[in-house]
């Protein structure tokens, strides 16, 4: 039997569903954290989105051979992270908006942000 335009329709939302499920994922742990990773030059992902007026734990890890320092004047967070090392930062809740992220030991490295909306 044939399938109607509707179901194509489904089929193709829902392909695309899960095409956008694997590049947001990785972001998210299991435990409902974000994730960061400072690789040599840039952080991974550079931007996140995440829901405004939540609690939010930010996992990150130091995937380079330098100490680094995950460090936001806007997210009132400063704390170091070694070679190898996962650290968790604890913010929120988050007011709609952007917060921009940094490693202050490496300064050659990208701003990140992270959305609230």
Do not use: W
Request: proline share 8%; charged share 15%.
């Amino acid at each position: 039997m044939p399938h109607s335009h509707s179901t194509k329709a489904l089929l193709a939302l829902a392909a695309a569903a899960l095409v956008l499920t694997r590049f947001v994922a990785p972001a998210c742990a299991a435990d409902g954290a974000v994730q960061i990773k400072l690789v040599e030059g840039h952080f991974e992902p550079q931007t996140l989105t995440v829901p405004a007026g939540q609690p939010l734990v930010i996992e990150v890890t130091n995937v380079t051979g330098k100490t680094a320092e995950f460090e936001s004047f806007l997210l009132n967070r400063e704390k170091v992270v070694e070679p190898g090392q996962v650290i968790t930062v604890r913010v929120g809740p988050l007011s709609p908006g952007s917060y921009d992220f940094y490693d202050d030991f490496n300064q050659a490295v990208p701003q990140g942000s992270i959305v609230a909306r």
